[in-house]
C-alpha cells in the first residue's frame, strides 16, 4: 500500500519551531515528525526514508549541511538558516531563509505533496 500523505522529518534544536511546524503541517497530507536532537532524527529517517527532511543550519551539535551529507542523497531535503553567510550547495532543494514565511513553506509543502500525489 502506498503512502499518500507526504512523509517529513525536521530537525531543529528550536522547541519553538518544532512545535509551530507540528501543529501547522500535520494533517491529512503531511505527516510531520519533529527532533530536537541530530542522532534520533537521523535513526528516523534510516528507518522511515521519508519524502523530505527539513534541517536547521545551526544545531547543538554541528551545522545542517554537515548534517545533510549522512543523510542518503535520494531523499530531498530543504535548509532553514538565519545565517545569511551560508551559500546554497547542491545538497538542498531549496533554502528557507529565517524568520520564515509560513505561507511559503506551506506552498512548497503542498506542491511537493501534489507532486507525490500525481506519482
Known amino acids: 500500500m502506498r503512502r499518500m500523505a507526504l512523509e517529513v522529518i525536521y530537525i531543529d534544536d528550536e522547541l519553538e519551531l518544532l512545535e509551530m511546524f507540528s501543529e501547522l503541517f500535520s494533517n491529512d497530507h503531511i505527516r510531520i515528525k519533529t527532533y530536537s536532537e541530530t542522532e534520533p532524527g537521523l535513526n528516523a529517517i534510516s ?5 523530505l527532511v527539513i534541517l536547521d543550519y545551526r544545531l547543538k551539535e554541528t551545522t545542517g549541511d554537515k548534517l545533510a551529507q549522512r543523510i542518503p542523497s535520494h531523499i530531498p531535503k530543504i535548509l532553514l538558516s538565519g545565517d545569511l553567510s551560508f551559500q546554497s ?31
Open 47 to 51: 528507518q522511515s526514508h521519508p519524502d
Open 89 to 119: 550547495d547542491d545538497l538542498f532543494m531549496k533554502i528557507f531563509r529565517k524568520p520564515i514565511e509560513m505561507s511559503e513553506m506551506t506552498q512548497f509543502l503542498d506542491q511537493l505533496y501534489r507532486q507525490k500525489k500525481s506519482v
